[in-house]
């Protein structure tokens, strides 16, 4: 007997339409207990937290509501003076999940005069390991995502060339499974979320070339479940995060319109929360701002009126990236 799929099913009042001012009320006020934006952000989000909340804000054309120079300010004290990198808070140890968000975010602002970017080039050339790989901080744990981190983050730099980009590309390459996708390390499992750190990868350091483009868009269009959302793995629940890992990886690889986005589009905005604002990851479940970033991103690629265009490499506003004139590459029939 075949096993039944795991799937949700979406409640007849569920909202179909997108709560714009309550998803701008849910990112100002989330996380504050004072009127201190940065108490309240850094206490709870930290830096990844702020890059997620101000993208949304960005995406709803918000960001000018935010307090822009305790923002800038905030991330250059987060820049270790030792290593370069930054770190989530205060007082933490430097990562580079903190250092591309940094970077992303001071990107947004076109502040990143504020730190020092030679210190941040060298912390990131200090991760690449002579496998190619990238560890994620000094404690060494490799990790696809990282070399999506380390490229993103020098892209934005404009300092690519610090790092061995061939090596580099070789090891995500021996990531690579037979079902096309690409899992944390070689012979790992195929997980969306690493399809599109690789991709994304691929995509910046442009070797979209060594990619099994239909079979990978087959594997990411069986992810999508008869409510619409997509799972990250076979045999998982949907969930809003995946719809962004898995059709921006659609996007890069020109094959958007091989799932129904009409479905998709119907379970992501059922994830709103119609009392407090944000989006879930599933319907019915608590708001937080890494849903409602990737919510309002995978919106944007559906190509979703209210929302400015995102980028599907970089998850940011794609008049940031090209204003900063990168053009990472995007696979088109
Ligand atoms: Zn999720």
Not at 61 to 66: E, I, P, V
Not at 89 to 112: E, F, K
Request: charged residues 20%; aromatic residues 10%.
């Amino acid at each position: 007997m075949a096993t039944p799929i795991k799937d949700v099913i979406l409640k007849e009042n569920a909202p179909v339409t997108i709560l714009f001012d309550k998803h701008i009320e849910f990112l100002r006020d989330y996380g504050k207990d004072d009127n201190n934006f940065e108490f309240g952000m850094t206490d709870y989000l930290r830096v990844s937290g702020m890059y997620w909340g101000l993208t949304a804000l960005e995406l709803l054309d918000q960001t000018h509501s935010s307090p822009q120079e305790e923002i800038v300010t905030y991330i250059k004290n987060c820049q270790d003076p030792e290593t370069g990198g930054i770190s989530a808070c205060l007082g933490h140890d430097p990562h580079l999940l903190h250092t591309l968000s940094g970077v992303q975010i001071l990107a947004m602002y076109d502040r990143l005069d504020a730190i020092d970017v030679e210190a941040v080039v060298k912390y990131v050339k200090s991760l690449q390991q002579p496998d190619g790989s990238f560890t994620g901080d000094k404690w060494g744990e490799v990790d696809t995502r990282f070399s999506f981190c380390a490229v993103a983050t020098l892209s934005l730099l404009k300092r690519l060339d610090a790092v061995d980009v061939d090596n580099a590309v070789k090891f995500v390459e021996s990531c690579m499974n037979f079902d096309g996708g690409f899992g944390s390390r070689p012979l790992s499992e195929s997980h969306a979320g690493l399809i599109y750190c690789c991709l994304g990868f691929l995509s910046i350091t442009h070797r979209l070339d060594l990619v099994k483009r239909d079979v990978l868009a087959w594997w990411l269009c069986e992810r999508q479940l008869p409510s619409g959302g997509l799972n990250g793995r076979p045999e998982k629940l949907p969930d809003v995060c995946y719809s962004w890992w898995v059709l921006s990886s659609l996007t890069i690889l020109g094959r958007l319109h091989w799932i129904s986005g009409e479905k998709l589009k119907k379970f992501i905005l059922a994830c709103q929360d119609t009392e407090t604002g944000g989006f879930a990851d599933r319907p019915g479940d608590v708001p937080d701002p890494y849903h409602t970033v990737f919510g309002l991103a995978a919106l944007s690629l559906l190509g979703q009126a209210e929302i400015k265009n995102v980028n599907p490499t970089y998850c940011m506003p794609q008049h940031v990236i090209d204003s900063m004139q990168l053009s990472p590459q995007i696979l088109r029939d």
